[in-house]
């Protein structure tokens, strides 16, 4: 009865390659995320879906691509990727957009070779 | 430019004791405020938040105090246990869609 699952866990690729993580919730939650957590341990958020909608869209390479089929899923695929590529890639979700605490995932670890 | 900074890598507490871990913010748009608390492979869990109208809230042995003024807010873990250890996070939002996150201070709870 996990709340947010990600697939998956660990992904090692070489650069150039193709790849998508995973992210579906089942709380019932209008509003999810992606966040990437770099080597210096900074948890930032890349991209917000509310309701299926795209509501924040941070500087991020045009490589990365989220796709929200629909409010339980929130995909990431990311084509071409390199090696800063690497990084734990956290989904999470909230009730709502705002002031809302937020149920992450349990991370996937991106490992680009 | 980090407008939300935890300047404590690490915090190491004896068990009992308090643990106070610290988090400054440089936008004064922000008000609401949000603490995660992370254990190694997982992700970040809710621990507490707080909104800007008040100074303190409370949620058993975890106490959130925000000094707005002074544009800091501190985590209060009493008495501090071993499973508390883990990275805490804290987390600001101005109500623009998005929390900013600071770097985490690993808190390390000794039997």
């Known amino acids: 009865d996990t709340a947010v699952s990600q697939t998956p866990k660990y992904l090692v690729t070489q650069m150039g390659n193709d790849k998508s993580i995973k992210c579906e919730q089942n709380l019932g939650h209008d509003t999810m995320y992606w966040y990437k957590q770099d080597s210096k341990k900074f948890l930032k958020i890349m991209f917000s879906y509310n309701n299926k909608e795209l509501i924040i869209n941070e500087t991020v390479p045009n490589r990365f691509s989220p796709k929200s089929p629909d409010k339980a899923h929130l995909n990431l695929h990311i084509n071409s990727l390199e090696l800063g590529d690497s990084a734990v890639y956290f989904c999470?979700?909230?009730?709502?957009?705002?002031?809302?605490?937020?149920?992450f995932g349990p991370g996937t670890r991106l490992t680009v070779t | 430019d980090q407008q939300v900074k935890q300047n404590s890598p690490s915090l190491s507490v004896q068990e009992g004791r308090i643990s106070i871990l610290n988090c400054d913010y440089t936008n004064s748009m922000f008000d609401y405020f949000l603490w995660y608390k992370k254990y190694p492979a997982e992700g970040p869990t809710f621990l507490i938040s707080?909104?800007?109208?008040?100074d303190k809230n409370e949620d058993g042995r975890f106490t959130v105090f925000l000094n707005k003024s002074a544009k800091h807010l501190s985590l209060h873990i009493v008495p501090s246990q071993p499973g508390d250890s883990a990275v805490y996070f804290c987390?600001?939002?101005?109500?623009?869609?998005?929390?900013?996150f600071g770097t985490g201070t690993r808190l390390k709870v000794l039997a």
């Open positions: 707080i909104s800007s109208i008040k």
């Open positions: 999470a979700s909230s009730q709502g957009p705002i002031t809302y605490e937020q149920y």
């Open positions: 987390a600001a939002s101005g109500r623009t869609y998005k929390y900013i």
